[in-house]
């Protein structure tokens, strides 16, 4: 009899033992692809916390299952030992470990299982941190192709501009600063209406449209009429673009812009802060809209500022930060460098809104040295 039931324990434990073994290799191989996970990609603060949570709950379960799995194992080779002795006293001492051998008969596929689950959501979650962070990203992504770090050199001429995408959203605003010409540099900025992909996608396509129309066109009211015509024949409804193009002579020192529906443009000149309204409508509302320019020469210290209505509209409450404020941010020191004008500028409409500005802003200063 006593024979027998050391047998039967021998066996339960054996079993036990190959139910957390079994376990034991899937947390192992969990535990290894956490650390290779982890070895073959870059993460920030809030990340290796991440993995080390991961890490060390990973670690902690094989561990468990490995440790359950060598005691079972010796168990098993103990009772057989055991069984030759046919002491009755060591035989109902160890008939009592059959009483906790027998849990891994009821949740041993189940902790298989676990293992299992543990694996397949990690890497779940791995990749939804992936999509994520690729969503984070494109929206910077597309701001890089909107609004180029590097602009332009051109003599006796200096360049500010600051860019700041809304939150959570792609971009729709633009600026662009290039050569048309062996003096002749234009600088742009522009706003698409609305919000998401298919605005992003719109700023992009006439960005680079006006690049060829302002290069093909001495006259940027041309230019503006043949983007009109094209962008209007995409069929989009309730988008339209506005946008202000000013292109500098550099042999002439005259400037020559056109404003296609966009707020108005400050400039410094002759010791006063002057607009550069609009010279036609916005753009894609009607195909045969007509646009004019205007030229303006050039003196030593002259500045142009322009800005997409994201800053002018600025709120806090029921106020606006407006085209006034900018104006006078302009006209309260007209010597200071374009760059620090464009970032004080938007410091300041971050200061008025008491805290962060939601929509796209693009801010581009010109000055003739």
Request: net charge negative.
């Amino acid at each position: 009899m006593e024979t027998l039931l050391l047998a039967l324990t021998a066996g339960v434990c054996a079993f036990a033992a190959g139910v957390f073994a079994r376990a034991a290799r899937h947390r192992y191989r969990f535990l290894l692809r956490v650390e290779g996970t982890h070895a073959g990609e870059g993460y920030d603060e809030e990340g290796e916390s991440a993995y080390e949570a991961a890490h060390t709950l990973a670690r902690s379960s094989f561990r468990r299952d490995a440790h359950a799995a060598l005691l079972y194992g010796a168990l098993t080779v103990v009772a057989a030992l055991t069984a030759s002795l046919e002491s009755r006293a060591v035989a109902a001492v160890l008939a009592l470990v059959v009483v906790p051998a027998l849990f891994p008969l009821w949740w041993g596929r189940r902790s298989v299982a676990e293992a299992r689950l543990s694996q397949e959501r990690f890497e779940m979650e791995r990749r939804a941190e992936q999509t994520l962070s690729q969503g984070d990203l494109a929206p910077r992504a597309w701001a890089g192709r909107l609004a180029p770090d590097d602009l332009p050199d051109f003599a006796g001429y200096e360049m500010g501009r600051v860019y700041q995408a809304g939150e959570g959203v792609m971009a729709g605003d633009f600026f662009d600063v290039f050569r048309v010409g062996p003096t002749r540099v234009a600088a742009v900025i522009g706003d698409v209406a609305g919000r998401g992909i298919e605005s992003s996608i719109t700023a992009f396509q006439a960005k680079y449209l006006l690049r060829v129309f302002l290069c093909q066109f001495r006259d940027p009211a041309q230019a503006l009429e043949e983007l009109n015509a094209q962008m209007s024949s995409i069929e989009r409804a309730e988008e339209f673009i506005s946008v202000v193009v000013v292109v500098f002579d550099t042999e002439a020192q005259t400037m020559r812009y056109a404003s296609a529906g966009h707020p108005a443009a400050w400039m410094w000149h002759e010791r006063e802060v002057q607009p550069l309204r609009a010279t036609g409508a916005l753009l894609m509302l009607d195909p045969d809209s007509t646009y004019f320019s205007r030229e303006i020469p050039l003196e030593s210290g002259d500045m142009v500022l322009m800005y997409t209505d994201g800053l002018a509209e600025v709120r806090y409450g029921d106020a606006q930060f407006g085209e006034d404020r900018i104006a006078q941010h302009l006209r309260r020191d007209p010597t200071v460098s374009p760059d620090v004008l464009c970032k004080t500028l938007l410091e300041a409409a971050r200061d008025f809104a008491d805290g962060t500005i939601a929509d796209d802003v693009a801010i581009l200063a010109v000055r003739r040295a």
